[in-house]
Each structure stands twice: as C-alpha cells, then as structure tokens.
C-alpha cells in the first residue's frame, strides 16, 4: 500500500445509536491508527453507561482520546476540546498520516474541521447569573429568552442543552448583539484534509435502535449510575438526555416508567437534530447503516491513495 501525499483525518458522524463506535474502531484497524471521540458526553468518567461510551473490547481494539478523561466537577469547553485535539493532532501526524474520529456532537466535530468562530469577552457575572437562573428556573425560560433575542440562532440551536443557551445568551446580554451575528461560516486553516463519512437508517430503524439501546442501558445499571450521581445533579455536564430524566424520577415528580419513556423521546428527538445539523454541513459522504464495511474502507482508500 502506497503512503498518502497528506495527512488525513477520517471523521464519522451520525446520529445517536447508528454505529459510528464499531465504524470508526473497523476503519482504525484498517488504517492502523486512533480514534478521537468528539461526543462531548462521553468525556466524563463519571458517567459511562448512559453515554454509551466505548466497551471495554472496543476500547482495547484500538487506542481511543477523549473517552472520560475529564470529570463533571471540572469546566470544559468546546474550546479547551479544540485546543487539546488540535495539539494531540499534531503529534500523532509526526508518526502516522491518518488519524479516525467518531462525533455526535455536531460543534464538536465542527471545532477541528473548521474551527470556532471568534466572540468578545463577556463580563463572567453574566454567565453566573444565567447558571443561578437555571437552577431555579429550568432550561424552559432561557430559552425562551434566547428565541426573543436571537431567533435565528434559536431555531438551529439544542435549546434542551443548557450550556449552548447560556453561551448563546451570555453573548446577545453581553454585547446587545445576536449570538448568530459571530457566526462567520469560515473554516480555518487545518494541517490535515477532512474527509468526513455519515451514517444514516430509516427514520423507524433509527428510532427502534434508540429504544432498544436505552432498554440496555437501564438493564445495565442506568439507574444506579443517576442514583450515584444525584446529589451533583446541577452539574451542567449532567443536564443531558438519560440523565436528567431519571434525576426527575428520584425527586419523585414522575413514574419510572415515564422517566424511561421520556428518555427514548428526548434521545429520538436528539437524533433527528443531530441528523438535521450534519445534514447542512457540506462534504460529508452518506451511507446506510447497514453498508458493507469493506465497500467503505475501499472508497476511503482510494480516496487517499489515490486507487
């Protein structure tokens, strides 16, 4: 096999439950190289179950980055992620020309193709302020606050995410301008060429995958890993999908069983914006779930060696 001309990063992208883990492992194999996870929710080593991070045969198939190597207890961005990915990038290109990475999360995933738009400084008050008013007053409310000041950012972004209202809000309060007025939709310079893949399925398998992988979860201890967590549960990084849902089951305020149902719904809801997102982002070659794999890794390759 002849070498490439540049250095690569192979991303895979789609929405929850798809299989972007066993794509990304089978094409690092390939490849004999790394995976980077840009999921955003399985940075944290508190949590595993409910975010579906990498098993322990998955983990150990090839060298994984970004899997639970921080904890809820500490502040971390999508620019610290931008700012370590691209670092560790640049190491892994001093021996190697390909490296594999697997995203959920759409900003993340866009954070190293294409970099982060550039925003003011913002008196940090602000932001404390907004956390304050979360706490009391739920998600519901800066949201609606967000579609009043920005209702172009509001229709595009996941206003069930705290932290992307808060920054989204802290930015319109803090300069009198829209979030979305910062949004340049220019790509920065990268030392490496993208070459991005997605996943898709019916909208039906999609949804009964989803379902069937929270029955999992719940089999495999979901609800003793919220139980663990409930006294942090005004963590921002625990205001997501699995989470939040079973913290309203401990407070007493639902049924298990709605907590359940209500997990599948905000997960198959989740999906369709992931979908909805990646859909937008130009470049991204789609392929159905069920695709041959080795249809795949030839495409790849001769896409980087050119045969």
Not at 14 to 20: L, S, W
Not at 27 to 38: D, G, K, M, P, W
Not at 145 to 156: F, H
Not at 246 to 266: M, W
């Amino acid at each position: 096999m002849n070498s490439p001309k540049n250095k690569y990063l192979i991303t895979v992208v789609g929405p929850t439950a798809i299989g972007k883990t066993a794509m990304a492992i089978r094409i690092a194999e390939h490849f004999n190289t790394v995976v980077l996870s840009a999921d955003s929710r399985q940075f944290y080593k508190e949590m595993s179950i409910g975010t579906a991070v990498p098993s322990a045969d998955e983990l150990s198939a090839v060298p994984h980055h970004f899997i639970q190597h921080r904890s809820i207890f500490e502040d971390y961005s999508v620019g610290d992620f931008e700012r370590e990915a691209l670092s560790l990038l640049e190491e892994l290109y001093k021996t190697g020309d390909i490296v594999v990475m697997a995203g959920g999360s759409g900003l993340y995933v866009n954070a190293i193709l294409k970099g982060l738009d550039d925003f003011p400084d913002v008196n940090p008050a602000i932001r404390q302020e907004l956390n304050e008013r979360l706490g009391k007053e739920g998600i519901r409310n800066l949201a609606e606050q967000l579609l009043a000041l920005d209702p172009v950012y509001y229709r595009q972004a996941d206003t069930e995410n705290p932290q992307r209202v808060i920054r989204a809000l802290e930015i319109c309060l803090g300069t009198n301008k829209p979030y979305s007025s910062f949004l340049s939709g220019k790509s920065k310079k990268r030392g490496f060429y993208p070459i991005t893949i997605g996943l898709t399925a019916e909208r039906e398998i999609i949804y009964n995958r989803i379902n069937r992988r929270v029955d999992i979860m719940m089999d495999n201890g979901l609800l003793r890993e919220v139980e663990s967590l409930f006294r942090y549960r005004q963590k921002n990084a625990l205001q997501t999908v699995g989470y939040k849902e079973l913290f309203e089951y401990l407070e007493g305020n639902c049924s298990l069983e709605h907590a359940i149902s209500e997990i599948k719904k905000n997960t198959r809801r989740f999906a369709k914006r992931q979908l909805t997102w990646f859909r937008k982002q130009e470049g991204i070659t789609w392929y159905d779930h069920e695709q041959d794999v080795s249809d795949i890794l030839k495409s790849l390759s001769s896409r980087i060696y050119g045969k």
